[in-house]
């Protein structure tokens, strides 16, 4: 369930899914990495070049995320095909997951789906336990960068310092 004014926010429990991910098209999805935090990257399309830049900039950052043993997932609504040559030929790593049948079901779901049919450019940072901690949605032409993503692993980071005395 999303917000029906838009991207679904903060303290809502997330809504589960497995889609198809890079490299082998095995079945991935957040419940898969309960206990650690999971930044799901929705994104409109491989091969843009504001898409390229951001999922690059991640990749770049894998140390900073395993720092905070975090997961990203990128997720948009192409085929893992494409999303495999894009991951090659970007560098990354981290899972692509295909949001393509029912196309953008998934993007839907946590109110990041545009009326052109591709997913938003929002990013959605899940805590251990699957509730949406932090969520933001950008214009599609900018690249939000990681910035908000970390305060938002920061936080979480805290919180969980402070629950463990």
């Known amino acids: 369930m999303s917000d029906p004014n838009g991207l ?3 303290g809502r429990p997330a809504p589960g899914f497995t889609l198809a991910s ?6 991935t ?5 309960r ?7 929705f994104y409109p399309a491989d091969w843009s070049p504001v898409c390229g830049d951001q999922m690059s900039l991640y ?10 043993q975090a997961v990203v997932l990128g ?3 192409d085929s893992i095909w494409s999303h495999r040559a894009f991951a090659q030929s970007q560098g990354i790593e981290f899972p692509l997951l295909a949001d393509f049948e029912p196309k953008g079901e998934v993007a839907r779901a946590y109110g990041a789906y545009t009326s052109e ?13 699957g509730t949406v901690a932090w969520s933001y949605l950008s214009p599609s032409d900018v690249n939000p960068g990681a910035d908000g993503i970390f305060d938002a692993l920061e936080r979480i980071a805290a919180d969980r310092k402070v629950m463990a005395g």
């Open 35 to 41: 206990g650690r935090p999971v930044v799901l990257a």
């Open 8 to 10: 679904i926010q903060p």
């Open 22 to 27: 890079t490299p082998d098209g095995r079945q």
């Open 75 to 77: 997720i948009s609504v």
């Open 29 to 33: 999805g957040p419940e898969q990495f």
């Open 117 to 129: 049919g591709v997913a938003a450019r929002a990013l959605v940072v899940l805590d251990p336990s």
């Open 59 to 68: 990749q770049a950052a894998t140390p900073v995320f395993d720092s905070y």
